[in-house]
T-cell receptor
Framework: AQTVTQSQPEMSVQEAETVTLSCTYD???????LFWYKQPPSRQMILVIR??????QNATENRFSVNFQKAAKSFSLKISDSQLGDAAMYFC?????????????FGTGTRLKVLA | EPEVTQTPSHQVTQMGQEVILRCVPI?????FYWYRQILGQKVEFLVS????????KSEIFDDQFSVERPDGSNFTLKIRSTKLEDSAMYFC?????????????FGPGTRLTVT
C-alpha cells in the first residue's frame, strides 16, 4: 500500500524568504500523480501544484515549485518570496493511476507560519 | 470560482445518535468523495461515489456509514449510531472526472464532535 510522509509538523519562514516543505512517499507503482494542497485557517484545501510521475520536468506555478526526485520518492515544495497569505497547512497527496482507484493518500501536513 | 460547500461547519452529537453531513459539490462535477481527519492524524479516504453508486470505499467505511445523492445538488454522509472515535473533521470533495489532471476540489469541512 502507498504511504505519504511529511516529517515537518511545523515550519516558519520570514516574509520574502524561501522555504521548502518536504514530502516522501512509498509506492511500487511506476506512474502516479502527486499533489500539494494548501489549507488556510478555516478554509478549504486548494490545489497548489501537481506533478505527473512520468514527467521528468519539475512542475512550477508562479512562486511555487517542486523538486520531484522519483528514484528517492521525494516530492518537496519550494515557496519563493513567501507572503503572509502563504501561511496555511500544506498537505502532500498521492494518487494512483489505477483505474477505479481515485482516492488521494495524504500526509499529516505541515503548518507553515510566515513571519512579518 | 465555483466551490464545494459543506454544512454544518460544526456538529455536536451524543454517542449513539445519527448524524448527516451535507455537501454541495461543484455543479458539473461527476465524482464525489468523503475524507476524514482525526485531530493530529492524516486525512483519510472514506468513500468515492459516481453514477449514483459507491465506486470505492476504505475499510473505515463500514455499515455504520452510508452516502447518498438525494437530488441533483447534494451529497450526504450519514453516520448511524455515532461513536466517540467518529469525532473528526469530515471533508467532502468533487472532481469533474478521474483522469489525468482532474484534481479533486475540497470543501471547508465539517467538524464532528461526539460526546
Amino acid at each position: 500500500a502507498q504511504t505519504v510522509t511529511q516529517s515537518q509538523p511545523e515550519m516558519s519562514v520570514q516574509e520574502a524568504e524561501t522555504v521548502t516543505l518536504s514530502c516522501t512517499y512509498d509506492t511500487s507503482e511506476s506512474d502516479y500523480y502527486l499533489f500539494w494542497y494548501k489549507q488556510p485557517p478555516s478554509r478549504q484545501m486548494i490545489l497548489v501544484i501537481r506533478q505527473e510521475a512520468y514527467k521528468q520536468q519539475n512542475a512550477t506555478e508562479n512562486r511555487f515549485s517542486v523538486n520531484f526526485q522519483k528514484a528517492a520518492k521525494s516530492f518537496s515544495l519550494k515557496i519563493s518570496d513567501s507572503q503572509l497569505g502563504d501561511a496555511a497547512m500544506y498537505f502532500c497527496a498521492y494518487r494512483s493511476p489505477t483505474s477505479g482507484t481515485y482516492k488521494y493518500i495524504f500526509g499529516t501536513g505541515t503548518r507553515l507560519k510566515v513571519l512579518a | 470560482e465555483p466551490e464545494v460547500t459543506q454544512t454544518p461547519s460544526h456538529q455536536v452529537t451524543q454517542m449513539g445518535q445519527e448524524v448527516i453531513l451535507r455537501c454541495v459539490p461543484i455543479s458539473n462535477h461527476l465524482y464525489f468523495y468523503w475524507y476524514r481527519q482525526i485531530l493530529g492524524q492524516k486525512v483519510e479516504f472514506l468513500v468515492s461515489f459516481y453514477n449514483n453508486e459507491i465506486s470505492e470505499k476504505s475499510e473505515i467505511f463500514d455499515d455504520q456509514f452510508s452516502v447518498e445523492r438525494p437530488d441533483g445538488s447534494n451529497f450526504t454522509l450519514k453516520i448511524r449510531s455515532t461513536k466517540l472515535e467518529d469525532s473528526a473533521m469530515y471533508f467532502c470533495a468533487s472532481s469533474l472526472s478521474h483522469g489525468q489532471g482532474y484534481e479533486q476540489y475540497f470543501g471547508p469541512g465539517t467538524r464532528l464532535t461526539v460526546t
